[in-house]
């Protein structure tokens, strides 16, 4: 599942280390990918926190590209995703942000103590359009996905058809009943679909989930699983 910290302007303030690591080991779920909207720095406090709870936290991205549609980075490690992190930051647009309106963005240590609020417009478009998020993505040795197509700011909700560059790179569905549209949108293109909570709230882990098949929690393996090589996969959860 891909989930999203207080550092992104639309998730509740209390997605604090412990607050998802208590939901988390309530629900036995022991991998997760930590994707905040246009930012990484994050990430290696809830990779600490989590990890002493035997919890493996994969570093991610979510980008908002400038057609306002979601794609995620997972990334093998915490230095990757803190450079891609960089280059989206250095994308972002330059207009004020006011915490009240646009939400708070706040950094956290491993203990949940607010260590800065954060004032970049996280909850604003990118100027990176899909196709150079994706190349973004992959120049950092990650995997591209693109977030909950059929929600808001999804892609077949915002561009209502599977562009042709993006054909290959999986699709996260949040309800599983909606797998079944993913035929009307891309026709006998094969595509590996993902399921994912989305989680901005602790309420919401565990609502959409997956198995991974594999030998081992890392990235490589994930990347085998979700292209079933190797004799890993992926199965969704109902």
Known sequence: ???HTCLSPCADITMTPSAVCERLVRYGIDWIA????????NVR??????GRNGIKVMPGIEIQTREDVHILGYFPDAQAAESAGGEVERCLPNVPVDPERDGYSLLVDEHDAFLEVVALPFGFPTSLDIDETVRLIRSYGGQPVFAHVFRNLGLFTQ???LPESARGIPLEVYLLEKRALVQRFCGTV??????SSDAHSPEALGEARMEICCESRNFSEFVKAIHTQEGRSVRLCL
């Open 1 to 3: 599942m891909h989930i």
């Open 34 to 41: 930590l994707a905040d909207h246009n930012s990484t720095r």
């Open 45 to 50: 406090a809830f990779q600490r926190a989590l």
């Open 159 to 161: 561009m209502g058809l």
């Open 190 to 195: 094969p595509v590996t679909i993902l399921s």
